[in-house]
């Protein structure tokens, strides 16, 4: 399990490593364009939903409790990468299956 850690002091977000590598991408894509823009996520604990402002100017690491050299699921990150865009933020979405990512 790892952790987004965002801000000073910062907000965690405890996140399973495979998803928050894949989120790592499309984060730091938009980052590095300068976008600003919105991720939300459920508490599984306590069920709450929180949103937070990503901004380039604000402390952001993602730490990992497994090796970063994972393969990635580029359907998953273009999926990831379109919610992101829109209007209303990023979120987790569940990672698609392989015989579902190969589908066109």
Known sequence: MGKLIYGAPGVEVPLDD???L???VVVLAKLR???KFALSWEDDETGRSHTIWLHPAIPLQFVLDTAANTALNRH???QLTSVANSGSGLRLLPEPLPEAATVA
Do not use: C, F, G, T
Request: proline letters at 0%.
């Open 18 to 20: 495979r998803a928050l």
């Open 22 to 24: 894949h989120l790592r």
């Open 33 to 35: 364009r300068d976008e």
């Open 76 to 78: 998953w990150i273009e």
